[in-house]
């Protein structure tokens, strides 16, 4: 009888996490963040292009998401999560240095390629390092605590901003920015990766095979194939599109639905911070929301959606925190749909497939803004962010009827 303990793989997993735990942070801890639009505006943009350069970032983004993705089947996957931080870094220098409009689009061409080459690379490594060390369950929890982290850098980098531009201005801020996108890269470069020899389907990899491996093109085909032809992967790409898509959006006009409610404009920044706390605690508690039930699970989606819609319509003290347990939820299942997912594919194409979910929700999220731009003239701040809680609706009934997927494998 085997008497080797089932704890040993989990008492490894701090070579993972801790590299993973500060890429997360500093990806996200860039205190030109929160000033890079007044940057624009000093330097004489207007709205428009101001939103072009928006537009931009986000084809961009869509553009590459399904070709990095496959990129990240064929080459380590960590060598790419260590050069997305120097892209992004490369376009906030071209921004400091030479600030214009060319300047500005070079640099959002960079960070929209940036996030392409991170985006689908990073959760498949985390999830098959995770697989290889025997701990895959615990993916929903540690890229609960991942998210969450990136949420609290982003807070802490705008407590940050106001006295270190106060002190330094763009240069200092500038400064601070590229130097956490270099600690960034290498702590991409320090992230483990055990990859299994690539094939057509995971039976057929292992580390006796002959086969050749496969090329770029074949890798894509074979992730574009099992999406098209798996029914549990497409429904958990739907599920992950849905869930990001809006509630990202609908971050963005959060000051400016704040602010329409009557409250104070100093005060608006408190409110967000509120709302960011639940957002923050959402991510740490993805990990047991992993473990419900999918009807519970969905029953709790669709609490979130009528939080966020009365949180919006009641504009209050009470409705602000609502609508941050709304958005909580929302980033719990952003964690959740992702460990669907990533458990739903059988494949070695695991960062291609990803990236399709990736491509689809950033579509997704450019098409709403045009849509909440419409529906705002006509309804206002308050029934616009109701209306864009309805998808959480459908989200809850995916969810309900998806069933639990299958246990998570080594491959990919």
């Known amino acids: 009888m085997s008497t080797q303990s089932t704890r040993v793989p989990h008492t490894r997993l701090s070579r993972l996490t801790r590299p993973l735990y500060a890429y997360a942070f500093l990806e996200e801890f860039v205190l030109l ?76 061409v960079l960070w929209g390629a940036a996030g392409a080459l991170s985006s689908g690379a990073l959760e498949a490594l985390v999830h098959t390092e995770l697989s290889h060390r025997g701990a895959a369950d615990r993916y929903a929890t540690i890229m609960g605590v991942t998210r969450a982290l990136g949420v609290a850098a982003v807070g802490t980098a705008t407590l940050l901003a106001v006295p270190v531009m106060a002190h330094g201005g763009y240069a200092l801020i500038g400064l601070a920015s590229l130097a956490a996108c270099a600690l960034c890269a290498l702590t991409g470069l320090a992230l483990p990766e055990s990859r299994p020899p690539r094939s057509g389907r995971a039976e057929e990899a292992s580390a006796e095979s002959a086969e050749p491996e496969l090329g770029y093109l074949e890798t894509m085909g074979l992730g574009l194939a099992e999406a098209r032809g798996s029914r549990r992967v497409r429904t958990a790409i739907l599920l992950v599109v849905i869930v990001t898509a809006f509630w990202g959006m609908l971050d963005e006009y959060l000051p400016l639905l704040v602010s329409s409610a009557g409250v104070a404009t100093e005060d608006v920044p408190l409110v967000v911070l509120v709302v960011w706390i639940c957002v923050t605690g959402g991510g740490l508690l993805a990990g047991p929301a992993s473990r419900l039930s999918p009807r519970m699970f969905g029953a709790l989606l669709a609490l979130a959606a009528v939080a966020i819609a009365t949180g ?41 497939v990803t990236s399709l979910a990736e491509a689809g929700r950033d579509t997704v999220t450019g098409a709403s ?44």
Do not use: K
Request: proline share 6%; aromatic share 12%; hydrophobic share 55%.
């Open 33 to 108: 963040y929160p000033l890079y639009a007044l940057l624009f505006t000093e330097t004489g943009l207007s709205v428009l292009q101001i939103s072009s350069l928006f537009v931009l970032w986000s084809v961009t983004s869509v553009l590459l998401a399904i070709p990095t993705g496959a990129w990240a089947d064929v080459v380590p996957r960590h060598h790419l999560l260590a050069l997305a931080p120097l892209l992004t870094g490369a376009g906030f220098a071209s921004w400091l240095l030479l600030p214009s409009y060319g300047s500005f689009a070079l640099g959002f």
């Open 369 to 412: 803004y045009l849509l909440y731009a419409g529906a705002f003239l006509v309804l206002g701040h308050p029934l616009t962010f109701a209306l864009f809680a309805v998808p959480y609706l459908f989200a809850a009934v995916v969810t309900a009827r998806g069933g639990r997927p299958r246990p998570a494998d080594a491959t990919g």
């Open 312 to 352: 919006a319509l009641l504009g209050n003290a009470p409705g602000w925190i609502l609508l941050g347990c709304g958005f909580g939820v929302c980033q719990m299942a952003n964690v959740v749909a992702d460990a669907r997912l990533q458990d739903s594919i059988t494949g070695s194409s695991r960062a291609t």
